[in-house]
């Protein structure tokens, strides 16, 4: 009897966006050939707003321009959603997972992503939840996690956001995800104290072990290779 498959795992600390990108589209050429196993990549952004495939101009609330005087890029993605921020404090998660060998295709893989950040929450006493019709997890607070993916010949990548010890001022900028009358929140502020990063991250790769039904084993991030920028 074959057991669950592989999965490896590593938190590569803080990355420049386009730099996770371009190991990103390196590992899902390599998973789809069969010649790496699936890999999550956790990490955290310097400060950066992404805009998804459907992202509408006027979500975007400071120009371009401004945004980088202050030292802080705008980038087109070509991942599902719409407008979203990344920055410290945050966790960031790429799955890199090869779906035609995963007993479920693209919809039940994204319900998938938010019930691992829910139980995720949950081990740290946050009551969270899906909403019909929205993507991402929610709080009463508002969203705490966001999630926008991308299929490429049947291998994910993109992936999701949870907001841990996040400065919620820098949504200011932003309509995130294209959502005007709902607010953000973090575990932070939902707990009311700053939250142990490092804790969030090993539950979240259990959990998702668990859920996707894989063998978790973490690798040192010297096994991956960062363009420069």
């Keep these: 009897m074959q057991g669950p498959s592989l999965c490896l795992f590593s938190w590569l600390g803080t990355v420049e966006y386009l730099s ?100 995720t929450l949950a081990d740290f006493g946050i009551p969270a939840h899906t909403e019909q019709g929205l993507t991402g997890v929610w709080t009463t607070a508002g969203k705490v996690a966001a999630i926008g993916v991308k299929i490429s010949r049947g291998v994910s990548f993109h992936g999701f956001s949870v907001n841990i010890n996040t400065d919620l001022s820098w949504y200011r900028h932003i309509v995130s995800c294209g959502i005007a009358d709902r607010p953000v929140t973090s575990m932070s502020r939902l707990l009311g104290e700053k939250v142990d990063q490092e804790a969030v991250r090993y539950s979240l790769v259990y959990r998702f072990g668990r859920a996707m039904g894989m063998r978790m084993s973490e690798v040192s991030p010297s096994e991956f290779v960062l363009a420069e920028e």
């Excluded at 890999?39 to 609330?61: K, N, W």
């Design 20 to 119: 996770a990108r371009s190991l990103q589209d390196s590992l899902v050429g390599l998973v789809h050939d069969g010649e790496s196993p699936n890999t999550l990549l956790i990490l955290e952004h310097p400060h950066v707003y992404t805009r998804g495939r459907l992202s509408q101009a006027e979500h975007l609330l400071s120009s371009e321009d401004e945004l980088a005087a202050s030292g802080v890029p705008v980038h087109d993605t070509d991942r599902g959603g719409q407008v979203t921020y990344h920055g410290p404090g945050q966790l960031v998660g790429y799955p890199i997972i090869n779906l035609r060998d995963w007993s479920g295709g693209p919809l039940k893989y994204v319900r998938t992503l938010e019930q691992t950040i829910v139980d």
